[in-house]
């Protein structure tokens, strides 16, 4: 099994910075991708970026390209996002994901088997 808790959310201004941080723990050899995504109010689930164990080109979505950047330490067990220029837009609970399995389509939600809880970000105009 994999655990995973993500921190760093917050309250910013529009065109604000902030760090989120995804450590994951128990089997983490097995994993091979992590991604972030988010939900905002009376909306669905949405991918924001994904990172590889095998060290390929993050992928981000348009949403959120230019200004977000997804990282790795240890390995690919400790993932952060960092956001940029954030807008009124980004605020959403984000949430870290990983699979222990080799994927094709970069941010398909059901590909994804483990989870954390979530953390509020909240940008204010």
């Known amino acids: 099994q994999i655990q995973l808790v993500e921190s760093g959310g917050g309250s910013v201004q529009a065109g604000g910075s902030l760090r989120l941080s995804c450590v994951a723990s128990g089997n983490t050899d097995s994993i091979r991708h992590m991604a972030w995504f988010r939900q905002a109010p009376g909306k669905k689930r949405e991918g924001v970026a994904r990172i590889s164990s095998g060290g390929s080109t993050p992928y981000y979505a348009d949403s959120v390209k230019g200004r977000f950047t997804i990282s790795q330490e240890r390995g690919i067990s400790t993932v952060y996002l960092q956001m940029s220029n954030l807008i009124v837009e980004d605020t959403a609970i984000y949430y870290c994901?990983?699979?222990?399995?080799?994927?094709?389509?970069?941010?398909?939600?059901?590909?994804?088997?483990?989870w954390g809880q979530g953390t509020q970000v909240t940008v204010s105009s």
């Open positions: 994901a990983a699979t222990d399995r080799r994927i094709i389509w970069p941010l398909q939600e059901p590909d994804f088997a483990y």
